[in-house]
């Protein structure tokens, strides 16, 4: 008879399995319907396998059934939180391909609106990020506070806040109604105090600065390697900046400087931010001063049928480059539609970012990228 | 740097923002204040302008409009309109772009300034003629600058009828005498 009180001998060594833990794809810090399958060794991220597709609507297929002007109005839905940039690559392409001009007063309230959405999707990334960082929405609703001020001057522009759908091959649908103006000035007086104030929050703060100070550095070469673009890129030290290297629209005329990180670190991606909708806002303020009068809209008719040939147009996101290549064969729609978003490019450096971090950090490291679910699986 | 210097700090500005007026609004009670060029989805349609030309139908980028048209007599004449027999706009899938009523070379549809349309079932939602016809005609200034150069409010509940949203000047001749100039040529 065996002794039931007697415990058979411990092995020498625990063995141990790494565990698989699937983030998502419904989890509120993915920024979406994104998951993470992630293999952990303990609490120590040992591989990231991200699995995307979700929230995919095939953009680039439906553009190829409708007409040009139409697409624009698809544009709106790829980054959600920046409507005017994605109109913005969009029609500069088309114009490309078909040769259209644009008058200034058109490019002008181009650019004032794509500057204004960089600053309103930027505030949303900064809220989000010290959400993720355990400071629950009191942060981000400061950031969503100022933020509303621009959606109140985009529906005076177009009517609409999220979906704008303001740009058309050949300018901008509208001019700006009167009281516009009077409105951008007192944004741009309130606005650089409200930056501040909301870096003074978390430039110096303890936890912020402890907890992603020397968090998932990425070098250089690394970023660049990994074809990132935008705000990320530029906190590794890189000063790319469609906006410099390839100006469109008004952006040669305008002074304004690439602010770069110099570590390439969490804390860098979360600050470039802040510089960044800083010199937003002395564009928009040149912007305002110079605009000339005129029409703002090349009359062009709604079924454009550009020359047999392709084009690429690409602009500087709130994210990074964002490019629409089109392709026509002399029909009232592009042939073939190929989007080059920044979010889904930028989420080629995510392993390299995350292996060897602590789970903990793991919804840090992710949304500092910045990714938007609407974009990446387009 | 000394720990608890930096939350101070952050206490500094949760006590100055203590303070302020709140930003929130109870929405049912309160209302923020809307533009004029608002793109809302009570439809706004003159019969009287339209010819039933269907250009709204054919720029939709969903195809959600749905128009039918019968000639209005036994001899159509140029210049004489069709009689609309269906015009549904189906809000359900509508995404409020506004492109139909951009496309419209009569200034006959124009964007409403509602956003608080709900209903039980699906098919509740789409707008149909007679209530095309019946609604009040409080146009949203969108794409029409004409309207925007009057100041008219829509929010003020004052009614444009469908001489008022003309683009044309005072010069222009009227439905009268352009309905007798066909007579007379007859």
């Known amino acids: 008879m065996t002794n039931l009180q007697q415990h058979p001998e411990p092995p020498a060594e625990l063995e141990a399995e790494p565990v698989v833990v699937n983030l998502g794809p419904q989890h509120p810090s993915t920024h979406g319907v ?37 697409v624009v109005t698809l544009t709106d839905r790829l980054d959600y ?4 940039s994605n ?3 969009y029609v500069l392409a088309v114009e490309k391909l078909a040769g259209i001009e644009v008058p200034e007063r058109g490019m002008y309230l181009r650019v004032i609106a794509a500057e204004l959405q960089r600053i309103a999707a930027h505030l949303i990334f900064v809220g989000f990020s010290l959400d993720e960082l355990g400071a629950f929405h009191t942060p981000l609703l400061y950031g969503f506070r100022e933020r509303e001020r621009i959606l109140d001057l985009f529906e005076m522009l177009c009517g609409a806040r999220i979906t704008v759908s303001y740009m058309r091959p050949g300018g901008v649908h509208q001019d700006a109604p009167v009281d516009f103006w009077p409105a951008l000035d007192r944004f741009l007086a309130d606005m650089p105090h409200y930056l501040d104030e909301l870096q003074g929050l978390i430039a110096e703060n303890e936890i912020v600065v402890a907890r992603t100070k020397g968090l998932a550095v990425l070098l250089a070469a690394k970023a660049i390697n990994c074809s990132m673009s935008g705000p990320v890129l530029r906190a590794s030290g890189v000063a790319w900046d469609l906006r410099k290297q390839d100006p469109y629209d008004v952006y040669g005329r305008m002074q304004f400087d690439i ?4 570590n390439g670190d969490t804390y860098d991606r979360l600050l470039v931010r802040l510089y960044e909708a800083r010199q937003s806002l002395r564009i928009v303020a040149q912007a305002r001063k110079e605009i ?10 709604f079924f454009i049928r550009p020359p047999v040939g392709e ?14 290549y089109l392709v026509s064969q002399g029909g009232i729609s592009p042939y073939r539609c190929k989007i080059r978003s920044p979010s889904f490019i930028n989420l080629t450096a995510l392993k390299e970012m995350l292996v060897g971090y602590k789970v903990a950090d793991l919804v840090v ?6 990714v938007n679910m609407g974009e990446v699986d387009r | 740097m000394t720990y608890g210097a930096g939350i101070a700090k952050g206490l500094m500005v949760t006590m100055r923002n203590l303070f302020r007026k709140p930003t929130t609004v109870q929405y049912p009670e309160e209302r923020l204040p809307q533009h004029p060029r608002f793109r809302g989805e009570d439809f706004v349609w003159y019969e009287e302008r339209c010819t039933g030309c269907a250009s709204c139908a054919k720029y939709c980028p969903l195809g959600i409009i749905k128009i039918v048209t019968s000639p209005s007599g036994t001899q159509t004449q140029e210049g004489e309109k069709y009689r609309l027999e269906v015009f549904d706009i189906d809000i359900a899938r509508c995404m409020f772009c506004g492109l139909c009523v951009e496309a419209c070379p009569y ?10 349309r709900g209903r039980y079932a699906r098919n509740d939602l789409t707008i149909h003629i007679d209530e095309l016809k019946s609604a009040p005609k409080r146009p949203s200034t969108w794409f029409r600058p004409q309207l925007e150069a009057k100041g008219y409010d829509p929010f003020s509940g004052e009614t444009v009828p469908w001489q008022g949203v003309s683009r044309a000047s005072k010069n222009d001749p009227t439905k009268e005498e352009m309905d007798s100039r066909w007579v007379e040529r007859q």
């Open chain 1, 259 to 262: 602010p770069v990180g110099a």
């Open chain 1, 87 to 89: 109109n913005l690559a």
């Open chain 2, 107 to 116: 200034d006959a549809l124009h964007m409403g300034s509602g956003f608080e």
């Open chain 1, 292 to 301: 000339p009068g005129g029409p703002v809209r090349t009359q062009a008719p």
């Open chain 1, 365 to 370: 490291i992710f949304g500092s990228i910045d």
């Open chain 1, 81 to 84: 939180t920046a409507a005017m």
């Open chain 1, 34 to 70: 994104f998951r993470l399958r992630v293999i952990m060794d303990g609490e120590t991220i040992q591989d990231v396998e991200p699995i995307f597709g979700y929230l995919h609507r095939g953009t680039e297929k439906l553009a190829e059934e409708r007409s040009y002007t139409q």
């Open chain 1, 311 to 324: 084009a690429y147009g690409h602009v500087e996101a709130p994210k990074g480059e964002l490019g629409f």
